[in-house]
């Protein structure tokens, strides 16, 4: 099984969790049990898990995770989106048992919770770790992939509803933005006003920024 006590002592010392063969120090700094205004959630969760992306939950019906190198034997993977680009907070199944991550090998089989393997899934930090190599139990684990939803609706700390307007998508900025930051956005200098939230601080246009769902969009504003 996990090293559970492994586990908690590692995130008490803000620690990710890969491996009981790593000292804590060699573990890289990750999310810890404190909480911190940039991480609490200020939006509901859907009481039912959607079957789509919305603008509190990205839902990632298939997400292929990236392998930690310094792990051996396929025990030890991230999520990142991008490539590169890591994702954390995870909606965990406190909120609804649909929450719960789903775990594929590299043909697409489910592998269950309850297998050999003990898989183990950190919501906060986004690592899936295996106890035991998981192609000891006839899973093809050259690729992981699971089924899960990422929380990307505003948080507390540094939450705007307004920063300056852009002329079109694309000139979005990409530095200094905060999860939570709104802008007007002039559809391509059409005259027409769209809302685009910030959801992430990493990646391109398209990884930072969703338009802003259930808001109007679309006003006539004139020319820009």
Not at 65 to 81: F, G, H, M, N, P
């Amino acid at each position: 099984m996990v090293d559970r006590l492994d586990y908690t002592f590692k995130k008490f010392l803000g620690r990710e969790y890969t491996s009981s063969l790593k000292q804590w120090y060699e573990e890289k700094p990750g999310l810890v049990l404190f909480i911190h205004r940039t991480s609490v959630w200020m939006d509901d969760i859907p009481a039912l898990p959607p079957g789509t992306t919305t603008a509190v939950v990205r839902y990632y019906n298939t997400l292929l995770l990236t392998k930690e190198t310094s792990v051996t034997d396929y025990r030890a993977w991230k999520a990142e989106d991008p490539p590169g680009v890591r994702l954390y907070g995870f909606v965990p199944p406190k909120f609804h048992q649909n929450y719960a991550v789903k775990v594929f090998d590299n043909t697409d089989r489910e592998i269950p919770a309850t297998d050999g393997s003990s898989w183990l899934f950190d919501y906060d930090n986004g690592t899936l770790t295996f106890d035991i190599n998981p192609t000891n139990f006839g899973w093809f684990a050259s690729t992981i992939k699971i089924r899960a939803y990422l929380y990307i609706g505003s948080v507390m700390g540094g939450y705007s509803l307004w920063k300056n307007a852009v002329p079109t998508p694309a000139d979005l900025p990409l530095i200094g933005n905060v999860v939570g930051d709104v802008r007007p956005v002039a559809d391509f200098g059409n005259g027409h006003w769209a809302l685009f939230r910030c959801i992430s601080t990493s990646g391109n246009v398209d990884n930072q920024w969703q338009v802003l769902e259930g808001e109007p969009n679309h006003l006539d504003c004139g020319l820009f």
